[in-house]
């Protein structure tokens, strides 16, 4: 068994230049001024265009990332309907292989300190997990069949394409405190890298969410992403 933190994988992200200059050129388009373009206007114009809610106009830019969470998580993400996903399957993958190590691997709950007596608990309900799911394969199981005792903290990947209108909304709704910590564990770092790579269209929602980032320093297992 394995214990491990989730992390994200950025996998396809256009050039901040290309993308800035591909969306003024389609925001223009709307107002027919086309003619106002420079070598140095578009950065101005989209940050104009997010602050002013014509969001349509930066559906034209899209991101690939890998997430690799917790199945609870992907539950609560696939939810988010203008994206595409590809998910690692349980009824295909045959942990008990050696290519998987022959192990069940789990996301590490952040909210329970890794010497507490509740994580020990989880820790042992995984474990045992881990047996009865060997077990049902070495018995003749298929894997679809065995994957009925698989826990929601067991490990997935699972790669989203989505606009960047929608990654902003993704944010917004994953990262705010009401959602769940783990939701946040992962999309914090995220839209961080989003930031700094597009200030312009994630930069105000950065900032908007530093008092998460110190809400989450509070729980015993946050170790943002670097």
Same mark, same amino acid.
């Given at each position: ?11 396809? !992200?256009?050039? =901040?230049?290309? +993308?800035?200059?591909?969306?003024? /050129? $389609? ?8 003619? @106002? ?73 952040? !909210?329970?300190? =890794?010497?507490? +007596?509740?994580?020990?608990?989880? /820790? $042992? ?8 799911? @060997? ?92």
């Amino acid at each position: 068994m394995q214990i491990i933190k989730p992390q994200h994988q950025i996998m396809s !992200f256009p050039d =901040p230049e290309n +993308a800035l200059g591909l969306l003024e /050129a $389609a925001g223009r388009t709307c107002y027919k001024s086309e003619d @106002l373009i420079t070598p140095v206007s578009a950065s101005n114009f989209v940050q104009r265009i997010v602050n002013s809610g014509h969001l349509s106009v930066i559906e034209h830019v899209s991101v690939t990332v890998r997430l690799l969470c917790d199945r609870g998580i992907t539950h609560e993400l696939v939810r988010h309907r203008l994206a595409a996903y590809s998910q690692e399957s349980t009824r295909y993958a045959n942990y008990s292989q050696d290519k998987f190590g022959n192990e069940l691997t789990f996301i590490a709950p952040l !909210f329970w300190a =890794p010497d507490s +007596a509740i994580y020990g608990r989880w /820790a $042992a309900a995984m474990e045992a997990a881990e047996e009865t799911y @060997l077990y049902l394969l070495k018995e003749g199981a298929l894997p679809q069949e065995a994957r009925s005792v698989l826990p929601n903290s067991l490990k997935t990947e699972i790669v989203m394409s989505a606009n960047l209108r929608e990654w902003l909304h993704v944010f917004k709704m994953r990262c705010q405190q009401s959602a769940h910590p783990q939701a946040r564990e992962i999309m914090l770092p995220l839209l961080r890298e989003f930031s700094l790579r597009l200030p312009q269209i994630f930069g105000g929602l950065d900032k908007e969410m530093a008092p998460e980032w110190r809400r989450m320093e509070k729980y015993p297992g946050w170790i943002p992403q670097k």
